[in-house]
């Protein structure tokens, strides 16, 4: 009778296994074979959902990271944890990291371990990438500023940012070289964060000196996410995302709507609408997609103000010097991806068209260029941009066993750029600075070979050829230049009006090539546990168009009212890169990585996006160290810990600087202090010392759960000789909720909780105030000895934009579902019963 029994529970337990199988079988979707022969099957079954990524077979060595299989236990994988996958509410399948990463400091994030951490705006949660700090000194809608490796990247110059393979920096744009907007990017849609420091990969090419981070939208989510926002200062947010089986594929559709005042004294009257939506078919290096996205936002700007006036009690710390400034934008893409991979070769291609607009209205001197009406002034641009990618890889052996692949790569974009510089007043332009029509095209030819000689031992070599042509047509009308003295400067003469009219003189075409070779090595010489890595690249960033065609200043004449000529300046502008790190979980659950880097640049920043002007910026060195820690001791809990030092310095001498500095010295000029921060200097202006940050990660996939964010930023040199500076930044951001099971979530984010009023961004320049006495001088006011020199440079010292003071948001949300038949509330009693509040 036993051995009777013992044989039914075994046919029993080998029958449940069999069922368990084709159960699995069920929710696992195949590989497709998309463009062949073959019928495309779909054996999902809907009473249990499948997986976003399935599980494949052993990837080779370059394939990008979404192949990796789903991580399924807490801490198998760098920075996974059950919380993370739940950071939404609803679960979501996210990708696992890659394996075979080629630097130390190249860092995976997934879409869960970026919503973990509380952000402010969504440019900040790329702060999640070590080294990078995010920051904002304008209104809601412009891009956001970038610092990384000890570059003051403005807004994007040196950081290649991606999504979904379109390139989001914009060259020859009206506001700065590489203006990167990621206020349209919708955190909580992001699949992964591909964060590559240098310029080491041969597809990172242009404004990848610093590095590149390569964002990727989900393709579909087993259950729909519904959230809601509100908090201080008029914030309030509305999101949904959710996918439906369609056409042998899938829809996969998000939106958000936004508004927010903040603290200003002028409300910033952010308004917000964004759109995503997505069909796809098979998976991210195994199928294909097409992708519309549309985005609007408006706004007003409280810009950066002189501390002299908050500290003397002129204006508040939360007002402004011109109402007026604000802007409004607009984008709209269609982008298309079709990707094959097999045993032999993988193959990818890649297509987006994308329309933009922007206006922005700005004043960052005050009254030093027009004494009576202010220097408020329109940049405006407006780009068609089109493009795409294709890479074909073959994998083999070499040697009899050295696994291989050898890639091949195009890369094409091509822009349609209406760009301008307007004065204005009250939103009014009124003369026109610079009007053009510029047509930008690029080629990029690439290829590299990936060899893995021995199991301690791979090699990536490889090198990108870049093709760069354009031409720009100057369409300035002659009454719609500046006049020169300005209407309302001193020494204007009616009766003899001389205008400023460069448009068809600046007009032109240019072409550049580049060659860039790439070298990577890694090394495990131990174990699994311990990686070393070198490598080597020359990277580059494109300039302003306008640049390479300017002949002429468009503000400045020489003395005899004849035009001032300005330096010849090149399109492409390179950099070489190396480091040296090691990566290592020698430590059980504790990985860490140290990178010790070297950048040299040929030229800094060459175009100056406010005044119209070129500037020769000299190259400079950058050497600095990365120390990146990530322990999670127990599920529920994981410390992360970076800090980022460079030593950043101009080369050679500044001839121009020392001889301004030199007619800021003489007797009528030296008691105004114009010379205060303008002597020469080898300071990289606004170049970040060190950049630090610290997480505390609390909780489990379901209940109570905690996030606590320290950043730190160091007071950085404002001038070249480093007389100003700014002051440190420390803030902490925290964020304190609960999950239910049922995929419901209740979150409280608290920002700049211990409310530090230090500045988000300073500047060291020189401006004017009608209150200022150097103003009242230049402006005749009173009778006191000055100097043109020291008139034109305006009264020196710090501008910055204030840390809005400490706010809060919270929010609700869980799973979207039409049929309210298939959604279970939450438990609200839940919460204090865990807490043992409740009997």
Same mark, same amino acid.
């Given at each position: ?57 052993? $990837? ?99 950081? $290649? ?121 098979? +998976? ?6 097409? @992708? ?27 007002? @402004? ?28 291609? +890649? ?32 780009? @068609? ?19 291989? +692949? ?12 209406? !760009? ?41 070599? #490889? ?75 020359? #990277? ?147 170049? @970040? ?7 505390? +990660?609390?909780?489990? $996939? ?78 005749? $006011? ?27 948001? !919270? ?29």
């Amino acid at each position: 009778m036993t051995s009777t029994r013992i044989i039914k529970a075994s046919a029993t337990a080998l029958m449940a296994a069999v069922l368990a199988g084709e159960a699995l079988a069920q929710t696992t979707l195949p590989t497709i074979n998309v463009g062949g022969g073959q019928k495309i099957k779909r054996t999902a079954s809907r009473q249990a959902p499948r997986p976003a990524h399935p599980i494949r077979t052993a $990837a080779p060595i370059s394939a990008p990271p979404t192949v990796s299989p789903v991580v399924a236990d807490a801490n198998d994988g760098f920075g996974s944890s059950a919380q993370q996958n739940t950071a939404l509410g609803p679960k979501i399948d996210y990708p696992a990291p890659p394996k075979d990463m080629p630097s130390s400091s190249e860092r995976f994030f997934t879409g869960g371990q970026v919503n973990t951490v509380p952000a402010f705006r969504p440019g900040e949660a790329l702060e999640i990438v070590p080294g990078l700090a995010v920051t904002q000194h304008s209104g809601e809608g412009k891009a956001n500023q970038y610092y990384l490796r000890g570059f003051d990247l403005d807004h994007g110059t040196d950081l $290649a940012l991606y999504l979904d393979g379109m390139p989001l920096n914009m060259r020859t744009h009206g506001h700065g070289q590489g203006y990167s907007d990621a206020n349209f990017v919708i955190p909580e849609m992001l699949a992964y964060v591909d964060a590559r420091k240098g310029p080491y990969n041969v597809e990172d090419g242009d404004f990848s000196n610093a590095g590149t981070i390569r964002m990727q939208y989900l393709r579909r989510v087993p259950q729909g996410v519904f959230s809601t926002t509100g908090g201080i200062f008029n914030y309030g947010r509305i999101f949904g995302m959710k996918s439906w089986e369609y056409a042998g594929g899938d829809i996969f559709g998000g939106g958000e709507i936004s508004t927010y005042d903040g603290p200003w004294q002028v409300p910033n009257a952010a308004r917000k609408i964004n759109a995503v939506l997505r069909w796809s078919r098979g +998976e991210e290096n195994d199928g294909m997609s097409i @992708t519309g996205m549309a985005y609007a936002n408006r706004w007003n700007s409280t810009d950066q103000v002189p501390t002299r006036a908050i500290d003397s009690g002129i204006l508040s710390r939360w007002g @402004t010097l011109n109402p007026t400034d604000g802007g409004n934008t607009t984008r709209f893409s269609l982008s298309g991806r079709w990707a094959q991979d097999t045993a032999n070769y993988w193959s990818k291609v +890649e297509a987006f068209a994308m329309h933009s607009t922007l206006n922005l209205y700005n004043d960052f001197t005050y009254f030093l260029s027009h004494p009576v009406i202010g220097d408020q002034f329109r940049q405006f641009d407006r780009r @068609t941009m089109i493009g795409g990618n294709a890479y074909h890889a073959l994998k083999f052996n070499i040697l009899g066993d050295k696994e291989s +692949e050898l890639r091949f790569g195009f890369q094409s974009r091509y822009d349609d750029i209406r !760009v301008g510089l307007q004065d204005s007043i009250q939103r009014m332009p009124y003369d026109t600075v610079r009007n053009d029509h510029v047509s930008e095209g690029s080629i990029a030819l690439l290829t590299d070979v990936k060899t893995k000689w021995s199991p301690w031992l791979r090699t990536v070599v #490889g090198a990108r050829w870049d093709y760069y042509w354009g031409s720009n047509q100057g369409l300035q009308a002659y009454w719609d230049s500046p006049l020169f003295p300005a209407v309302d400067a001193p020494g204007f003469d009616p009766s003899n009006p001389f205008r400023i009219w460069t448009g068809p003189i600046n007009s032109g075409t240019y072409n550049a090539q580049l060659i860039s070779p790439k070298a990577s090595v890694i090394i495990n010489p131990w174990d699994d546990r311990t990686d070393f890595y070198l490598n080597f690249g020359r #990277g580059f960033h494109s300039n302003d168009f306008r640049a390479t065609t300017q002949r002429v200043a468009v503000t400045e004449v020489n003395d005899d009212l004849s035009y001032a000529s300005v330096p010849h300046n090149g399109l492409l502008s390179p950099s070489t890169g190396a480091e040296i790190g090691v990566k290592t979980r020698v430590i059980d659950k504790l990985e860490s990585a140290a990178t010790l880097f070297f950048i040299q640049t040929a030229q800094e920043n060459i175009f100056e996006g406010d005044s119209g002007n070129t500037v020769i910026a000299r190259g400079a060195n950058r050497i600095g160290v990365e120390f990146t820690n990530h322990y999670r001791p127990l599920s529920w809990l994981a410390f992360e810990g970076d800090v980022t030092a460079t030593h950043a310095r101009f080369r050679g001498f500044d001839r121009d600087q020392a001889d301004l500095y030199v007619q800021l010295l003489q007797p009528d000029a030296f008691p105004w202090g114009a010379w205060l921060g303008n002597a020469p200097g080898n300071y990289l202006v606004n170049a @970040t010392p060190v950049i630090a940050t610290g997480v505390i +990660e609390l909780g489990e $996939a379901t209940g109570l759960f905690a996030n606590f964010k320290y950043r730190y930023i160091a007071p950085r040199a404002l001038t070249e000789d480093g007389f100003y500076k700014s002051p440190a930044i420390g803030t902490v951001n925290a964020r304190v909720g609960y999950r239910w099971k049922e995929g419901w979530k209740l979150q409280l984010d608290v920002f700049n909780m211990f409310n530090s009023r230090s500045q988000q961004i300073a500047y060291g320049y020189g401006s004017f105030l009608p209150t200022d006495p150097l103003f009242q001088a230049c402006a005749g $006011a009173i009778a006191v000895p000055t100097t043109d020199a020291v008139c034109g440079v305006g009264q020196m010292g710090v501008v910055g934009h204030p840390i809005e003071r400490t706010s809060w948001r !919270v929010t609700f949300g869980g799973p979207l579902d039409f049929d309210p038949r298939n959604t279970k509330g939450p438990d609200l009693t839940e919460p204090f019963q865990l807490l043992k509040f409740w009997n």
